[in-house]
Nanobody, 125 residues
Framework: QVQLVESGGGLVQAGGSLRLSCAASGRTFRSYTGGWFRQAPGKEREFVAA????????NYADSVKGRFTISRDNAKSTVSLQMNNLKPEDTAVYYC??????????????????RGQGTQVTVSS
C-alpha cells in the first residue's frame, strides 16, 4: 500500500514559480511510475507529467513542456514538480499519483493505483 501527500501549492503571480512535492509512504513506491495530474474548475482532469520508477524517462503535456520539470528521489520516497513561468491557465488542483503506467501509457489516470488528495495552485494575472 502506498499513501501520497502533496505539498507546495499556493497563490503566485503569472511568471512566478512553485515547487510541488509528493511524499510517499510504503517501500514499494520506488518501483512505481510517478505522475502529476491537474483539474481546473469545470474541466476534466488532465495529465501534466510523469517519471519512470528509476527516473530513466520523463514525459510532459505539451502545455507545460519547457516550463515544468518532474523529478524523484527514491531514497526519500518523493516526487517533485518544479513549475516555472506559471500562467493563469495553470490554475488547478494538482494531484500526485503512483502506479504501473509505463512509458507508453503514462497519461492514463486509471493506471495510477495510488493518488494523493490534491493541492491547489492558483496563478493570478
Amino acid at each position: 500500500q502506498v499513501q501520497l501527500v502533496e505539498s507546495g501549492g499556493g497563490l503566485v503571480q503569472a511568471g512566478g514559480s512553485l515547487r510541488l512535492s509528493c511524499a510517499a509512504s510504503g517501500r514499494t513506491f520506488r518501483s512505481y511510475t510517478g505522475g502529476w495530474f491537474r483539474q481546473a474548475p469545470g474541466k476534466e482532469r488532465e495529465f501534466v507529467a510523469a517519471i519512470g520508477w528509476s527516473g530513466g524517462w520523463t514525459n510532459y503535456a505539451d502545455s507545460v513542456k519547457g516550463r515544468f520539470t518532474i523529478s524523484r528521489d527514491n531514497a526519500k520516497s518523493t516526487v517533485s514538480l518544479q513549475m516555472n513561468n506559471l500562467k493563469p491557465e495553470d490554475t488547478a488542483v494538482y494531484y500526485c499519483a503512483a502506479g504501473s503506467a509505463g512509458s507508453g501509457s503514462y497519461a492514463k489516470w486509471d493506471l495510477y493505483n495510488y493518488r494523493g488528495q490534491g493541492t491547489q495552485v492558483t496563478v493570478s494575472s
